[in-house]
């Protein structure tokens, strides 16, 4: 399946959660319930993914954490926040860099539709480049 297919997946999922979730309430009860019905598609979902960092032969594990990462493809940011800025964006340019990803979302909970929420983050370069 390709990041584009899994991000439409993501998406109506993501949708469907916070539709009965609404919003206001932390990150960590979004992410917790959308990683449990992410499971329930039957998607391979790893909840606060460890992204070291290699210099120079060795991999430092410095606490930087991926809120879910989809078939060890997408990369998913959950945010509770008045609004998506360019820290979060960063953010996530980092772990798709990081990680040799090629696609991100910030999905960010805190709006009163989901669909005003959402943000694709695209990897340009060619990932095996970093």
Request: charged fraction near 25%; aromatic fraction near 4%; avoid cysteine.
């Amino acid at each position: 399946m390709t990041e584009d297919e899994l991000s439409h997946i993501v998406i109506g999922v993501a949708l469907n959660v916070h539709s009965q979730l609404g919003p206001g309430l932390l990150e960590n009860v979004y992410k917790k319930v959308l990683h449990y019905k992410l499971l329930k598609e039957g998607l391979s979902v790893e909840l606060e993914k460890p992204m070291g960092i290699e210099i120079d032969d060795i991999s430092l594990d410095l606490g930087y954490r991926i809120d879910l990462l989809v078939e060890n493809k997408l990369v998913l940011e959950l945010k509770s926040v008045k609004e998506i800025n360019d820290l979060h964006v960063a953010q996530t340019l980092n772990y798709l860099k990081l990680g040799r990803f090629k696609l991100g979302l910030i999905l960010n909970s805190n709006v009163t539709q989901m669909k005003s929420g959402i943000r694709r983050v695209i990897l340009t370069k060619d990932p095996r480049q970093f």
